[in-house]
């Protein structure tokens, strides 16, 4: 059974791109690669051969684990969605109480999270945290440091 996650029309559109990209162009690289370490000879004592089979492996285990990936992949009516309280695609302006440091996060599906980009998941510590606050609220989040408050300033979407 495959885990529901939540994308952007713009996040489902890489995913796909990318099993596309995997499955048309790298999955018969791959194949030719073994198709040529097997015409070098013993395979016993062809190293090129395993290296091949390994690469093999793994790009299907890469395919499999994108196949389910989008096999629970929902798109998020970004229109439909509630201001009131924080949510997937949510853009979170925060303030952490301690240091009084504001800061401004997007919370996306894992597969979107980019922090450099502001872009955080909702299974994230942080995105986890603020799932379901309101303005005003205060999330005491754990986080390796201990425990950080962060106050909801601002709720809204792109």
Do not use: C, H, W
């Not at 609220?137 to 962060?150: C, E, L």
Request: charged letters at 30%.
């Amino acid at each position: 059974m495959s885990n529901v996650s939540y994308y952007t029309a713009e996040g489902l559109k890489k995913l796909r791109e990318e099993l596309r990209q995997l499955k048309d162009i790298e999955r018969p690289k791959a194949s030719n690669a073994i198709a040529e370490a097997r015409d070098k000879g013993d395979l016993s004592e062809n190293a090129e051969y395993d290296a091949a089979k390994e690469a093999q492996g793994m790009l299907e285990m890469k395919i499999a684990k994108l196949e389910e990936a989008l096999a629970g992949a929902r798109l998020i009516d970004e229109s439909q969605l509630d201001v009131s309280k924080v949510l997937a695609l949510s853009i979170v302006k925060i303030k952490n109480q301690a240091n009084g440091m504001e800061m401004t996060y997007t919370l996306v599906a894992d597969g979107e999270a980019d922090l450099a980009a502001g872009k955080i998941s909702i299974n994230s510590p942080i995105g986890k945290g603020l799932l379901g606050k309101s303005v005003g609220d205060v999330a005491a989040i754990q986080v390796p440091n201990g425990i950080i408050n962060f106050e909801i300033l601002e709720i809204s979407r792109s």
